[in-house]
């Protein structure tokens, strides 16, 4: 079945910098790749999603890139503040996960210091 | 527009119990699923529910099964409770279902302590 590495496990940085977190799935046949946020004591928040027939994607300070042949996609944050810490994780869908499920990477607690 | 809610929010059991957990998807969606969320295992998925049905599931023991009502209201049950078992229990809804690329929103959870 489909499985989703993330990397780094956990990332800190100034406030202002950016951040960057990167993942590779297995299953090529993957076409839909979320990435949520989650804060202390609360759910994971959706922040960004792409499609295999996208290459980036842009939202503000949030963008995410996909390279199919390679497997891989990145969240790239810019202008980092205090209050993207978190823990992020990335996740991917496809036909062989099966209707809505999805695989999740093992997150990247992202610390962002002032 | 209101999110997923989940109640309860937290639960105390000891081993051996048995235990029902509830979720209300977003107004207008009709797929739910479910996932527990460990230290250890991360987020792994449970079952997925459309109209009704239970369309998917993950590698869970019997123990762990749920339910759709016509509403798309979800419930979960785990019976014979172990240690193991304690997680925060995750609901998440998406429109129809059918469309792979559904967004799918979370609600805040049910963290499950058994002990």
């Known amino acids: 079945g489909e499985n989703v590495e993330q990397h780094p496990s956990t990332l800190s940085v100034q406030e202002g910098d950016s951040a960057v977190i990167k993942c590779t799935y297995s299953?090529?046949?993957?076409?839909?790749f979320p990435w949520y946020k989650q804060e202390l004591g609360k759910g994971p928040q959706l922040i960004i999603d792409?499609?295999?027939?996208?290459g980036e994607k842009k939202d503000q300070r949030i963008a995410v890139t996909l390279n199919k042949t390679a497997k891989h996609f990145s969240l790239h944050i810019t202008e980092t503040q205090p209050e993207d810490s978190a823990v992020y994780f990335c996740?991917?869908?496809?036909?062989?996960?099966?209707?809505?499920?999805?695989?999740f990477g093992t997150g990247t607690r992202l610390l962002v210091s002032p | 527009k209101a999110g997923v809610t989940q109640t309860p929010r937290y639960l105390i059991k000891t081993r051996g119990q048995q235990v029902t957990l509830s979720c209300s998807p977003i107004?207008?969606?009709?797929?739910v699923s479910w996932y527990q969320q460990t230290p250890g295992q991360g987020l792994q998925f449970l079952f997925e529910?459309?109209?009704?049905?239970?369309?998917n599931k993950g590698n869970f023991p019997g123990r762990f099964s749920g339910r759709q009502f016509s509403n798309s209201r979800s419930e979960m049950n785990v019976s014979t409770l172990e240690l193991g078992d304690s997680a925060l229990y995750l609901c998440?809804?998406?429109?129809?279902?059918?469309?792979?690329?559904?967004?799918?929103?979370f609600g805040p959870g049910t963290r499950l302590t058994v002990l």
């Open positions: 529910y459309f109209s009704e049905t239970q369309r």
């Open positions: 998440a809804s998406s429109l129809d279902g059918r469309n792979p690329y559904n967004e799918q929103f």
């Open positions: 996740a991917a869908k496809g036909e062989n996960t099966g209707f809505q499920k999805l695989v």
């Open positions: 107004s207008g969606h009709r797929s």
């Open positions: 299953d090529s046949a993957s076409n839909y």
């Open positions: 792409i499609r295999s027939n996208v």
